[in-house]
């Protein structure tokens, strides 16, 4: 009896030390899973450096877009010097993607000319440094494009924040309700009201919503068709947060990610709700509620993750008309105004931060599935 109690221990160390080495090796995987995510999405950032670069860079010239027909000679070639403009082209770009890159090599000069932030190693004539990067200066304002571009990104991070949480809610209810109720009225209305939001452009139901709600029913909702994330105090005119012109454009650009959350949901939930475990679930005598929302929904939202994470990186990215039809200040508006003015710095910047945005929000979405559904986790 003792030898087995003995055989017993033995037996449980050894099971203890295998347990902690899947752990080890489930985390070492996890590590390199995250470390090559972060790679190819570092590759495709330089993609879209390349691609707005080429894009933009050969748009106008950029000493007469930033002093207007009236500059002299001397002053238009020190512009096209500080801009590489008198380089050949492969030497432009090459002085874009150091400028834009977190790691880059810079004179002593070149660091106290655009102000760089950031820690530096002296090798000789150039500086290594690990740094903010830097997305030049404005042709109007002569302001740093990456101050600008920091302004307006709050009320857009807001804004795609408030759509998606609206959207997500009401659409995952949406759905669930839709798959309970299939075949009666409740589930035909769910689905055509959300074909009719998948259908409708964003810009027509902007307009739309502005006019009504904005101005013909204004007095009812207490809303207007324009304002940002702040509003001026009429008597000490400080600006201070004013969430209510928020409403109609997070409703707005929230309608088509609910109409497809809604549907994906319903037929996700419903597939699962034929699966074995479901009935087995029902055989033990659980709960309905908590076969739905526990055993069902959970192992349904897979689909819906996706689509809500990509709607989001969406939202981010592309905002644009409904930000400038609602007057909402935010990179989306920043950048339609700088098309108009023709400020391409702040227009490639803003692609930038926007794609940067996407990548991390696909990463961010993998490591959710493995937390929602332990079938996609990579151990």
């Given at each position: 009896?003792?030898?087995?109690?003995?055989?017993?221990?033995?037996?449980g160390k050894k099971?203890?030390?295998?347990?902690?080495?899947?752990?080890?090796?489930?985390?070492?995987?996890?590590?390199?899973?995250?470390?090559?995510?972060?790679?190819?999405?570092?590759?495709?950032?330089?993609?879209?450096?390349?691609?707005?670069?080429?894009?933009?860079?050969?748009?106008?010239?950029?000493?007469?877009?930033?002093?207007?027909?009236?500059?002299?000679?001397?002053?238009?070639?020190?512009?096209?010097?500080?801009?590489?403009?008198?380089?050949?082209?492969?030497?432009?770009?090459?002085?874009?993607?150091?400028d834009v890159s977190?790691?880059?090599?810079?004179?002593?000069?070149?660091?106290?000319?655009?102000?760089?932030?950031?820690?530096?190693?002296?090798?000789?004539?150039?500086?290594?440094?690990?740094?903010?990067?830097?997305?030049?200066?404005?042709?109007?304002?002569?302001?740093?494009?990456?101050?600008?571009?920091?302004?307006?990104?709050?009320?857009?991070?807001?804004?795609?924040?408030?759509?998606?949480?609206?959207?997500?809610?009401?659409g995952i209810s949406?759905?669930?309700?839709?798959?309970?109720?299939?075949?009666?009225?409740?589930?035909?209305?769910?689905?055509?009201?959300?074909?009719?939001?998948?259908?409708?452009?964003?810009?027509?139901?902007?307009?739309?919503?502005?006019?009504?709600?904005?101005?013909?029913?204004?007095?009812?909702?207490?809303?207007?068709?324009?304002?940002?994330?702040?509003?001026?105090?009429?008597?000490?005119?400080?600006?201070?947060?004013?969430?209510?012109?928020?409403?109609?454009?997070?409703?707005?650009?929230?309608?088509?990610?609910?109409?497809?959350?809604?549907?994906?949901?319903?037929?996700?939930?419903?597939?699962?709700?034929?699966?074995?475990?479901?009935?087995?679930?029902?055989?033990?005598?659980?709960?309905?509620?908590?076969?739905?929302?526990?055993?069902?929904?959970?192992?349904?939202?897979?689909?819906?993750?996706?689509?809500?994470?990509?709607?989001?990186?969406?939202?981010?990215?592309?905002?644009?008309?409904?930000?400038?039809?609602?007057?909402?200040?935010?990179?989306?508006?920043?950048?339609?105004?700088?098309?108009?003015?023709?400020?391409?710095?702040?227009?490639?910047?803003?692609?930038?931060?926007?794609?940067?945005?996407?990548?991390?929000?696909?990463?961010?979405?993998?490591?959710?599935?493995?937390?929602?559904?332990?079938?996609?986790?990579?151990?």
């Amino acid at each position: 009896m003792e030898e087995w109690r003995k055989g017993g221990k033995e037996e449980g160390k050894k099971g203890d030390k295998g347990d902690k080495g899947d752990k080890g090796e489930g985390i070492r995987n996890m590590i390199r899973y995250i470390f090559n995510k972060i790679f190819y999405g570092g590759l495709v950032l330089l993609g879209v450096v390349v691609l707005v670069f080429f894009l933009f860079q050969g748009f106008g010239d950029p000493s007469r877009l930033v002093l207007g027909q009236r500059a002299d000679q001397a002053t238009q070639e020190n512009i096209r010097r500080d801009l590489y403009l008198d380089q050949p082209k492969w030497k432009q770009f090459l002085g874009y993607l150091n400028d834009v890159s977190p790691i880059g090599l810079h004179t002593e000069e070149e660091i106290q000319r655009k102000n760089l932030k950031g820690i530096f190693l002296d090798l000789g004539s150039r500086e290594l440094g690990m740094k903010r990067p830097y997305l030049r200066t404005s042709y109007q304002s002569r302001r740093e494009v990456g101050t600008i571009i920091a302004e307006a990104l709050p009320g857009t991070l807001m804004l795609a924040v408030a759509a998606m949480l609206f959207a997500t809610f009401a659409g995952i209810s949406l759905g669930v309700l839709a798959a309970l109720k299939k075949g009666i009225w409740l589930d035909t209305t769910t689905i055509l009201t959300s074909i009719l939001g998948i259908s409708a452009p964003s810009f027509f139901m902007a307009i739309a919503i502005a006019y009504l709600f904005g101005f013909v029913w204004s007095r009812f909702t207490g809303l207007h068709m324009t304002g940002s994330w702040f509003d001026l105090d009429t008597e000490s005119g400080k600006p201070y947060l004013s969430l209510a012109n928020l409403i109609l454009p997070a409703l707005t650009l929230g309608i088509r990610p609910l109409a497809i959350i809604a549907q994906l949901t319903r037929a996700s939930l419903l597939d699962v709700l034929e699966q074995d475990f479901i009935r087995t679930a029902r055989a033990k005598g659980l709960s309905e509620r908590k076969i739905i929302w526990k055993h069902g929904l959970r192992n349904a939202l897979n689909p819906v993750l996706t689509a809500i994470t990509g709607w989001f990186a969406e939202l981010l990215a592309g905002a644009f008309f409904v930000e400038y039809i609602f007057g909402w200040k935010g990179l989306g508006k920043l950048t339609v105004d700088a098309l108009e003015k023709l400020d391409f710095p702040v227009v490639m910047g803003a692609v930038l931060v926007s794609a940067a945005f996407f990548v991390l929000v696909n990463i961010l979405a993998d490591l959710l599935y493995g937390w929602v559904d332990p079938r996609a986790r990579i151990n």
